[in-house]
């Protein structure tokens, strides 16, 4: 209370010609005045007092006669501190300790009075931090006024509720039919791509412009688990590129076939394994139909079918190499927002690190990092590197053609090498999980770096041109990729 408010003391024997003072908490003394009931009366009902200024809580005033107080009782005065709209006070229940009122918080909507601020659609209270509002992963998760929309439970909303599935990041009830057709889309895709495996290795098809083509999507669908706050057309391009990358949260496996995170990364993980034992199917199946159409020795067909398998295989190492890794180092690259109460993965919130199953599945993750991110590109190079001066042997070109045969035979090298730098920038998450806004500029950098390095070796002309490997074009192409990331990407945001 500011002071030169006016309250009213009702009494009896109120003296109307001595002079009257009211004093609060016997401190501060302040003339008083006073009032008749009516024109007609000739005693005061009442007697009017001006206020000092006064913090809020009880205060007590007392009524002095001459100087001297009138009487033993007090009359108890309760000041409070009525906030205007957009403002709110600061310590409600204590009113007596109050500053006074405070702005609104961003992200919070503050009717004003003694009203607490309330979430504004997007935003969540932190759990943490009173009177701080975070950012909701999924907007529209958080409807406002600290409440979450149908399908969301939890801190800042991150989880789904009971009968509800996380699909592309949001949560919905499970379609029976639509994950009947999504089940049968998967399954047919896993046979049949390594059909197309296995037609590249018999007709030696390879194509380094599609190869790099895909490289690059896959490097930009692994920005999505960057923690960055993307423009939203910007972002769900991002997001469908890292679709490339195996990223299982948007493909509806959950509703598909039941698999919640873990297991959907250990279904990720087994994929060579998967593919492994599909390849070696069909190899002896080719070589039992080409023994029998041609009347051959069916160990002679079986050997060439699991020559061009071997071929497959490795075609589908190169093309799986990002995703694998990725998948594995996934769970090294836990973040904290300093206002939240938990540890969480970078694109899928839901997900809490440092609990009893993020510690069992930790192990293998470590394995399987060093076994995929190194393993493939090492075992790749030296299975090249002991047939380096066969690679037009027809049985090493059946083996091995398509991780070389776009290139010309001095480079050899090359593919482990493209893979070794994806190994690279995989590996910037987990270095830089605590300096995330390092993320965006090295990765730039490296794309800069590699474009950089393929342009100077195409000078020396290491690229062997066959049919549609039109390789110098797919720096040009992705120049205007690494713009638009350039320029659209913003910086992190708390949250």
């Known amino acids: 209370m500011t002071g030169n408010s006016s309250i009213e003391i009702r009494s009896v024997g109120i003296p109307v010609s001595l002079p009257i003072s009211c004093s609060f908490d016997d401190q501060s003394m302040v003339p008083a005045s006073v009032i008749f009931s009516d024109q007609n009366a000739t005693t005061p009902s009442s007697i009017l007092c001006t206020t000092p200024t006064l913090s809020p809580g009880t205060h007590f005033v007392s009524i002095y006669v001459l100087g001297r107080r009138a009487s033993m009782n007090q009359v108890a005065l309760n000041v409070t501190i009525f906030c205007p709209q957009g403002t709110y006070l600061p310590s409600r229940r204590n009113i007596a300790s109050s500053t006074g009122c405070l702005s609104c918080p961003f992200g919070a909507l503050c009717v004003g009075g003694l009203e607490d601020p309330v979430s504004l659609p997007g935003f969540s209270p932190s759990p943490v931090v009173g009177k701080m509002f975070l950012e909701c992963f999924v907007p529209e998760s958080c409807v406002g006024n600290n409440t979450c929309g149908i399908g969301y439970v939890g801190p800042r909303c991150a989880f789904c509720a009971p009968s509800f599935v996380s699909v592309n990041g949001k949560c919905v009830i499970c379609d029976s039919n639509a994950s009947g057709w999504i ?216 083996r091995l053609s398509i991780v070389y045969s776009s290139y010309s035979e001095s480079t050899w090298y090359w593919t482990p090498c493209q893979m070794m730098w994806s190994l690279v920038f995989m590996m910037l998450p987990v270095i830089f999980k605590r300096h995330p806004s390092y993320l965006m500029f090295i990765s730039i950098c490296l794309m800069y770096t590699y474009l950089f390095a393929v342009v100077t070796l195409e000078s020396q002309s290491p690229l062997y041109f066959l049919m549609d490997n039109n390789h110098y074009f797919s720096p040009c192409g992705n120049h205007p990729q690494l713009l638009i990331f350039d320029n659209f990407s913003t910086a992190p945001k708390r949250g």
């Not at 098809?205 to 910007?234: C, R």
């Not at 206002?339 to 919130?349: K, W």
């Open 183 to 398: 089940a049968f889309g998967i399954l047919l895709c896993v046979c049949l791509a390594p059909l197309w495996w296995l037609s590249r290795a018999v007709w030696n098809a390879s194509s380094a412009s599609f190869g790099n083509l895909l490289m690059f999507v896959q490097v930009i669908g692994l920005f999505d688990k960057y923690p960055l706050t993307w423009n939203p057309y910007l972002g769900g391009i991002v997001k469908a590129m890292s679709i490339t990358i195996l990223n299982t949260d948007y493909i509806n496996l959950q509703c598909a076939f039941g698999l919640t995170y873990y297991p959907r990364l250990l279904l990720v993980w087994a994929l060579p394994l998967i593919f492994g034992g599909i390849f070696l199917g069909y190899s002896w199946i080719f070589a039992r139909f080409e023994s029998k159409k041609h009347n051959r020795a069916f160990t002679e067909s079986s050997q060439k079918w699991r020559r061009f398998s071997w071929n497959g295989f490795f075609s589908f190492l190169c093309l799986f190499h990002i995703p694998l890794t990725d998948r594995a180092l996934k769970l090294f690259t836990c973040i904290s927002d300093p206002y939240d109460d938990r540890f969480y993965i970078p694109g899928s919130p839901s997900v809490t690190c440092y609990d009893d199953k993020y510690f069992a599945y930790r192990p293998l993750a470590f394995v399987l990092s060093f076994v995929y991110g190194a393993g493939i590109p090492a075992f790749i190079f030296f299975t090249l590197f002991r047939h380096r001066k066969q690679l037009h042997e027809e049985q090493v070109v059946q």
